[in-house]
């Protein structure tokens, strides 16, 4: 079925005191509003991974995501973090392919799939983003690009595989700028990817995943986005740095 989602993608931020503070508080401001109608997935650093997840595990409808994991299945790979170690920790999703890990890490389309691999091996479900850059909207070829992320990546995959799959758009341009798309612009998108989806699927199945939009959504802009038929829910990265913010955002997809 197609969730509402708020996933709070906290990049390499807070320290383990910060961490479990911040998780402390969105959990004490959610316990005052009784049950909420939208999934929550905490994506912090791979370290606090076992603390978080202490923390939410007991609670309905929270959820716990590593922000990324090695294309590797397991072995010698100093530094690196396995699908399986981060399902052992108790995660339930991967964010795969932030426009970050395929910018400064030089993440390539043969990587998201390795990745991919790993993680529906290890029974978690994929988080995987993708989005256009400023000169690929400028020159229109912004839908086109959307598409060959796709294409090259998730639909190489089956739909068993990519059960439940969550994908989240995530136009470069507006990740970390306050540069937030319009909810025209990010509606437009959302619709162009579950018809690409629906393509490949079937209408069920695309009408089942569930598509976020990231890329400085906040407390005051979620609401808008949310209220647009093809947006059901947000990847945030800095507002989910602040309880307040974070805990707007999850009220606004709620609702
Ligand atoms: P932002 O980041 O909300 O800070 O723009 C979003 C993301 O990178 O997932």
């Known amino acids: 079925m197609r969730k509402k989602v708020v996933v709070g993608n906290w990049k390499m931020n807070k320290t383990k005191q910060e961490a479990v503070q911040l998780t402390t508080d969105v959990l004490d401001m959610l316990n005052n509003t009784g049950s909420i109608a939208c999934d929550v997935v905490f994506a912090p650093p791979f370290p606090f991974m076992d603390s978080i997840n202490d923390l939410i595990s007991a609670k309905n409808g929270m959820f716990l995501a590593a922000q990324d994991c090695s294309k590797h299945e397991k072995g010698s790979f100093t530094g690196e973090v396995s699908a399986k170690i981060t399902q052992s920790m108790g995660a339930n999703y991967i964010i795969i392919g932030?426009?970050?890990r395929r910018a400064f890490f030089k993440e390539d389309n043969a990587t998201l799939i390795?990745?991919?691999?790993?993680?529906?091996a290890a029974q978690l479900v994929p988080i995987f983003c993708c989005g256009e850059e400023a000169a690929d909207r400028e020159s229109g070829k912004h839908l086109e690009v959307i598409e060959q992320q796709i294409s090259e990546v998730l639909l190489c995959f089956s739909a068993q595989e990519l059960n439940n799959v969550i994908i989240a758009y995530e136009p470069v341009w507006s990740i970390g700028t306050g540069n937030t798309a319009s909810p025209e612009i990010a509606q437009e998108m959302h619709q162009f990817i579950r018809s690409i989806?629906?393509?490949?699927?079937?209408?069920?199945?695309?009408?089942?995943?569930s598509i976020l939009y990231g890329g400085s959504c906040n407390a005051a802009n979620s609401?808008?986005?949310?209220?647009?038929?093809?947006?059901?829910?947000?990847?945030?990265g800095g507002a989910s740095l602040v309880a307040q913010d974070f805990v707007s955002i999850i009220r606004n997809c709620a609702n």
Request: hydrophobic share 25%.
């Open 98 to 100: 932030h426009s970050e």
């Open 197 to 209: 989806i629906e393509k490949k699927f079937g209408e069920e199945f695309a009408n089942n995943t």
């Open 223 to 236: 609401k808008e986005l949310f209220s647009k038929p093809d947006i059901d829910g947000g990847l945030i």
């Open 114 to 120: 390795e990745k991919i691999t790993r993680c529906t």
